[in-house]
DNA sequence: GCCGCGGGTTGATCCATGTCAAAATGCGCC
DNA sequence: GGCGCATTTTGACATGGATCAACCCGCGGC
C-alpha cells in the first residue's frame, strides 16, 4: 500500500518542495534549509475521510502538508464538536499536541491528503542550533493564536452573513498565496462543516450562498464557487456597525 | 511614582516567587529557575484601566502577571472589538505579539496590578540553552492554542446558560489552583466584558445570572459570586444533546 | 449625608437564526 | 447507465437572545 521507502525518501527534502515559501521554511537561508532535510525524513498520504490524528493519541510529531486539505475538529465530553480549523498545503498540523504530549483534536482529510513528518523531539533539538528556525517556528505558533482570535471575534460578534463573507475572503486569499485562483474555488467541505466552523447551522449557510448568489456577490454551484464580487464582499463584512 | 529601581530589583526572583508552581519555572529544577533570575530583571505596575500595550505596539517583551488581573481585547478595522480573555496572576501576556513583532490585542488590566517584564529575546537564547525551559516554554504557548479552541468551541456551539456556566466554573478552577475559594469570589470584569467574551450581549449575561440565582447554583450580589452548586453548573454545561 | 453616575437588573418586543420538513441535485457504486 | 444515498436547497414556523427602555443600586466625591 505505502510507496517504497526509498523512493519515498528520495522526495522528502524541503530545500527543493515546492512549498518551501509557505511551509517552515519560510524566511530561512538555504543552508538552514538543508538542515531541515535532515528532519524531515518521512511522507505519510491520507485518504479522503482518513485521520492523520486524533484526539488523545500521544503526541509525537508534527505534520506539513505536501498536498490536500484537512478539517480540525474538537469535541466536548458530551458529544458535541466543531470544525476548528481547515488548513491546506504549506500549513502545519499538529501543534496543538505539545501542550499535553497528546493530541487534542482530530485531523481528518478532505481529500487524498500527504504530509510531511516532522518529529517533534528533533524540531527542538534543531531550534536550539539554529536560531532562524526556533525564532520562526515559535512566529508560527504564535501566528496560530492571532488566527484563533479573529476566530473568536468572528463567532462572538459577527453575523451570519458577516461569517460566511470572512470565510470566502479567507480562502480566497490563501488560495491566491499557492498560486491558485483568488476567484474560483471548489469548496472541499461540506456545508455541515463550513457551519460548524462559523458556527453556524448547514441551512443558514446554503441560505446565505444563495443569498450572495441573488446579490451578484458571487456564484454557487454546489461545491463550485467564484468570487464575482470581492469588494462587495468586503463591504458585507464590514458592514455591521461601521456607519458611525 | 515608582518604586526605587534598587528595591524592585531585589524583589525581582523567579526563585523565591511564589507563584513559580503557575508560572513560567513550572517543571524546572532549582538550578534552570536561577538561571530565570537573570532574565526577569524589571517589574512595572499597571493601575486599573490602564493598558499594558495595545495593539500595534512594537513587540519586545513578554509580560508574566505577578499580581492582579487584566483582560485582553481584540479589534476589527471596523470598530467592533470583543475581549479575547481575561488573565490572572502566573499568566503570560504577550504571546500574540511573536508572530507579527507587533501586538494584536490590548491588554487592559481589570485591577491594580504588577508584571514581570520577560524580554523575548533573552528568552528566546535562553530556550537555545535549556531545553526544559524551551520544552516548556512550547508547552505554554500550545495550550495558550488548545485553550482558545476551547473558547471557539463554546462560542460556535453552546448556549447561553451554557457559556455562562463554563465561564464560572473556568474561573473557579482557576482560583483554586491558586488557593483562593472555589466556590466564592469576586469579578473583576463587568457584565459587559463578560458578554464580550462569551458573544453575548451585558443584558442576557445579567438574566442568566438572575436565572442560576432562581435554581439555587449560585449566589450573585454585583461582583460578588458565590457558586452553591458546582455539580449543578457542570450539568447545565453538559445538557444540550446529551441525553442520548 | 447627599448627589450623581456607572453598572446592574428587569420587562416588553423583535428578529436572526435554528428547527423541522420535503423536494431536488449530484455523485459513487454496482 | 441507473439506483440509492448523501448533500444541498428551499419553505414554514419556532425561539433564544438581541434590542429598547425604564428603573434600581451602590460607590465615590463633595
Do not use: W
Not at 42 to 50: D, N, Q, V
Not at 72 to 80: K, Y
Not at 81 to 110: K, P, R, W, Y
Not at 154 to 168: K, P, Q, T, V, Y
Amino acid at each position: 500500500m505505502n510507496a517504497p521507502l526509498s523512493l519515498s525518501h528520495l522526495k522528502t527534502a524541503c530545500s527543493n518542495c515546492n512549498l518551501r515559501e509557505l511551509c517552515l521554511p519560510v524566511g530561512l537561508t538555504h543552508e538552514e534549509v538543508e538542515s531541515l532535510d535532515e528532519l524531515v525524513y518521512t511522507r505519510k498520504r491520507i485518504k479522503r475521510g482518513e485521520s492523520l490524528f486524533r484526539a488523545g493519541d500521544a503526541f509525537q510529531s508534527l505534520y506539513a502538508i505536501r498536498s490536500g486539505f484537512f478539517k480540525t475538529r474538537v469535541a466536548t465530553d458530551d458529544g458535541r464538536d466543531q470544525v476548528s480549523g481547515f488548513q491546506m498545503a504549506g500549513e502545519l498540523l499538529g501543534i496543538d499536541g505539545i501542550g499535553t504530549d497528546a493530541h487534542n483534536c482530530d485531523a481528518v482529510a478532505l481529500e487524498d491528503s500527504e504530509v510531511c513528518i516532522i518529529p517533534y523531539g528533533k524540531l527542538e533539538e534543531l531550534a536550539r542550533r539554529f536560531t532562524p528556525l526556533q525564532h520562526h517556528f515559535h512566529k508560527v505558533m504564535s501566528r496560530e493564536i492571532v488566527r484563533d482570535h479573529g476566530v473568536m471575534l468572528l463567532l462572538g460578534s459577527m453575523r451570519a452573513e458577516e461569517r460566511l463573507a470572512a470565510f470566502l475572503l479567507n480562502l480566497s486569499q490563501r488560495f491566491t498565496a499557492r498560486g491558485y485562483s483568488a476567484s474560483e474555488f471548489i469548496l472541499r467541505m461540506t456545508r455541515e462543516e463550513i457551519g460548524s466552523y462559523l458556527g453556524l447551522k448547514l441551512e443558514t449557510v446554503s441560505r446565505t450562498f444563495s443569498k450572495f448568489q441573488d446579490e451578484g456577490l458571487i456564484s454557487v454551484q454546489q461545491k463550485h464557487i467564484r468570487i464575482t464580487d470581492i469588494p462587495g464582499l468586503k463591504r458585507v463584512m464590514g458592514q455591521s456597525g461601521a456607519s458611525c
